[in-house]
């Protein structure tokens, strides 16, 4: 799958990037077996071009120092490109091989990531299209779940908080298990089907936390419970361990938040270690990344859904011919100006330039780290 950029687009001049980490409160917070999260560091970037467009993305860095450091590679980044002209996949390709003998992972790949959809940002701006429709697709509706919270709490309290978070219209919720017995887990989540009841899909996440048999006894005991999938029960990076899992379970096996680059995505698929797949747009490789793994999950018929990054990730699940589930997060809502619609379980996909996102100046500033 290739995007069609040249036909469209004016040709654009890189100047500068800009940077600011934001530490922004979360209505809800995250529970999970290793950490409960309740303030979500962010990084917004500015690529600004010598032709007066700006192309604009955010990214997830999970502690401050994570957005202070990977702040810090997007500016070398740009100081490796200035003044070349803007064309995302060459430019994605050279700073591929300028970060090889540092190694392109984890910091590094989130920085160049958000490079990435920053410069497919000021390329759809310029065309005056969405991001979606550069891609070469029309923009259309995409089917949410509601991530927000949900995380290893009494049952009672996850029950009232499944109840909040349908009420803006939502037809599924991600539910966050991993307590230390298999039967308080099956306590949480009857607890929710009970509150929201059987019509609403319920995604099943353990971030990682289960030893191999453990996760084998447990996704044997959830068959009857009818979850959408079964996401990270034991470390991703185990395949042999993850195609066991996978083999032995009639739920489907999400993998793919944490794939770093396309080539692990497809390690994953050859192993048969999931039969769901959920790239992030920070470590996948941007949208150079995501629509190269597009290609990918489009040619073995893999549903593909997104993790986080709702506003970038609708155009891009919109673009993808096997595109499934958008994982929406609110955390953005605080410092936009127009946070991503939901309507009847259904993100719509903005008909504004580009990716949509533009910052509300004063909340950015209320929210800037020191």
């Given at each position: 799958?290739?995007?069609?950029?040249?036909?469209?687009?004016?040709?654009?001049?890189?100047?500068?990037?800009?940077?600011?980490?934001?530490?922004?409160?979360?209505?809800?917070?995250?529970?999970?077996?290793?950490?409960?999260?309740?303030?979500?560091?962010?990084?917004?970037?500015?690529?600004?071009?010598?032709?007066?467009?700006?192309?604009?993305?955010?990214?997830?860095?999970?502690?401050?120092?994570?957005?202070?450091?990977?702040?810090?590679?997007?500016?070398?980044?740009?100081?490796?490109?200035?003044?070349?002209?803007?064309?995302?996949?060459?430019?994605a390709a050279k700073l591929a091989r300028s970060f090889t003998l540092i190694g392109?992972?984890?910091?590094?790949?989130?920085?160049?990531?958000?490079?990435?959809?920053?410069?497919?940002?000021?390329?759809?701006?310029?065309?005056?299209?969405?991001?979606?429709?550069?891609?070469?697709?029309?923009?259309?509706?995409?089917?949410?779940?509601?991530?927000?919270?949900?995380?290893?709490?009494?049952?009672?309290?996850?029950?009232?908080?499944?109840?909040?978070?349908?009420?803006?219209?939502?037809?599924?919720?991600?539910?966050?298990?991993?307590?230390?017995?298999?039967?308080?887990?099956?306590?949480?989540?009857?607890?929710?089907?009970?509150?929201?009841?059987?019509?609403?899909?319920?995604?099943?996440?353990?971030?990682?936390?289960?030893?191999?048999?453990?996760?084998?006894?447990?996704?044997?005991?959830?068959?009857?419970?009818?979850?959408?999938?079964?996401?990270?029960?034991?470390?991703?990076?185990?395949?042999?361990?993850?195609?066991?899992?996978?083999?032995?379970?009639?739920?489907?096996?999400?993998?793919?938040?944490?794939?770093?680059?396309?080539?692990?995505?497809?390690?994953?698929?050859?192993?048969?270690?999931?039969?769901?797949?959920?790239?992030?747009?920070?470590?996948?490789?941007?949208?150079?990344?995501?629509?190269?793994?597009?290609?990918?999950?489009?040619?073995?018929?893999?549903?593909?859904?997104?993790?986080?990054?709702?506003?970038?990730?609708?155009?891009?699940?919109?673009a993808t011919p096997t595109g499934d589930w958008l994982e929406y997060v609110d955390?953005?809502?605080?410092?936009?100006?127009?946070?991503?619609?939901?309507?009847?379980?259904?993100?719509?996909?903005?008909?504004?330039?580009?990716?949509?996102?533009?910052?509300?100046?004063?909340?950015?500033?209320?929210?800037?780290?020191?």
């Open positions: 799958m290739t995007a069609r950029t040249g036909d469209i687009s004016p040709v654009l001049t890189i100047r500068s990037v800009r940077t600011t980490p934001i530490l922004v409160p979360m209505k809800y917070a995250l529970g999970t077996s290793v950490a409960r999260v309740t303030e979500a560091p962010l990084l917004l970037i500015d690529l600004e071009t010598e032709e007066g467009i700006t192309g604009r993305t955010y990214l997830f860095c999970y502690r401050p120092a994570g957005a202070r450091a990977v702040a810090s590679l997007v500016e070398d980044a740009a100081s490796l490109i200035k003044g070349e002209q803007l064309r995302p996949a060459d430019i392109v992972t984890g910091t590094v790949r989130m920085a160049l990531s958000g490079f990435d959809t920053a410069m497919w940002d000021a390329v759809a701006v310029a065309a005056g299209l969405p991001l979606a429709s550069v891609l070469g697709h029309t923009p259309r509706p995409i089917r949410a779940y509601n991530s927000c919270g949900l995380g290893l709490m009494a049952p009672s309290a996850l029950a009232d908080e499944a109840a909040r978070l349908i009420e803006g219209g939502f037809k599924a919720v991600k539910l966050r298990l991993g307590y230390p017995a298999l039967a308080e887990d099956l306590a949480a989540l009857n607890a929710v089907r009970e509150r929201i009841g059987t019509g609403i899909e319920v995604m099943v996440d353990y971030n990682q936390m289960l030893t191999l048999e453990e996760a084998l006894r447990r996704a044997h005991a959830l068959t009857a419970e009818g979850v959408t999938w079964l996401e990270e029960p034991i470390r991703h990076d185990d395949l042999e361990g993850n195609a066991r899992i996978a083999a032995a379970s009639t739920i489907p096996l999400q993998l793919g938040e944490n794939f770093n680059g396309v080539d692990a995505m497809a390690a994953a698929l050859r192993a048969r270690a999931c039969q769901y797949v959920m790239p992030d747009l920070a470590r996948i490789g941007g949208v150079t990344g995501w629509m190269q793994a597009a290609s990918l999950a489009a040619a073995q018929g893999v549903p593909m859904s997104s993790h986080l990054f709702p506003e970038v990730s609708a155009h891009l699940l919109a955390w953005a809502d605080a410092f936009v100006q127009e946070p991503l619609k939901i309507v009847d379980g259904m993100a719509i996909v903005p008909a504004r330039p580009g990716s949509g996102l533009e910052w509300d100046r004063r909340a950015v500033e209320r929210f800037r780290m020191t």
